[in-house]
T-cell receptor, first 114, second 115 residues
Framework: AQSVAQPEDQVNVAEGNPLTVKCTYS??????LFWYVQYPNRGLQFLLK??????LVKGSYGFEAEFNKSQTSFHLKKPSALVSDSALYFC????????????FGAGTRLFVKA | GAVVSQHPSRVICKSGTSVKIECRSL??????MFWYRQFPKQSLMLMAT?????????EQGVEKDKFLINHASLTLSTLTVTSAHPEDSSFYIC???????????FGPGTRLTVT
């Protein structure tokens, strides 16, 4: 079975500071990893994904994530946070042996203070 | 880019009535679509996987007689919440998988409120 853990319910950062939102996963088979952002009463917006290749993945709005196979982690990062980054962030995993179902983590709420 | 639409975006219905939510892939064909449910301040929970022309596969704990899923064409899947009750109030999000690229795209969601 596949699962995703986002250990932090909430992350608070000051504008201009770097941010990290943590994610660890468990799958059988090769992982496909994703980050999505959700604003209030809206659907999901795709940020970035890792399928294969370079462990550092760059995505939308200046976000990036690093795939670490040994630690089974895929943490989301941004060098300089903006107030407009405040939202709910979901890490998701899909396995090539799991019927290609995408399973989501519990979500982490990011607050960026001006 | 690929677009998935949902209709309606919001619906309010009375307890005991049924509500149908449509999910369409607008510029690609989707042999597989997924339905998720999201409670306030919680994550997306996969309800079921639907494959075009066959019966949906429901996740454990999801009542298939209550949440009827039909995937009659390569661009349309519907979720019908039958005999809705207030506890069915939720945000329902569909997702469609492009059968060529295997990329998965998400709809904007439907807010269901049962009074």
């Amino acid at each position: 079975a596949q699962s995703v853990a986002q250990p932090e319910d909430q992350v608070n950062v000051a504008e201009g500071n770097p941010l990290t939102v943590k994610c660890t996963y468990s799958v059988s088979g090769n992982p496909y990893l994703f980050w999505y952002v959700q604003y209030p009463n809206r659907g999901l917006q795709f940020l970035l994904k890792y399928i294969t290749g370079d462990n550092l993945v760059k995505g939308s709005y200046g976000f990036e994530a690093e795939f670490n196979k040994s630690q089974t982690s895929f943490h989301l990062k941004k060098p300089s946070a903006l107030v407009s980054d405040s939202a709910l962030y979901f890490c998701a995993v899909r396995s090539d042996t799991g019927g290609f179902k995408t399973i989501f983590g519990a979500g982490t709420r990011l607050f960026v203070k001006a | 880019g690929a677009v998935v639409s949902q209709h309606p975006s919001r619906v309010i219905c009375k307890s005991g009535t049924s509500v149908k939510i449509e999910c369409r892939s607008l510029d690609f064909q989707a042999t597989t679509m997924f339905w998720y449910r999201q409670f306030p301040k919680q994550s997306l929970m996969l309800m079921a996987t639907s494959n075009e022309g066959s019966k949906a596969t429901y996740e454990q704990g999801v009542e298939k007689d209550k949440f009827l899923i039909n995937h009659a064409s390569l661009t349309l899947s519907t979720l019908t919440v039958t005999s809705a009750h207030p506890e069915d109030s939720s945000f329902y999000i569909c997702s469609a998988r492009d059968f060529v690229s295997y990329e998965q795209y998400f709809g904007p969601g439907t807010r269901l409120t049962v009074t």
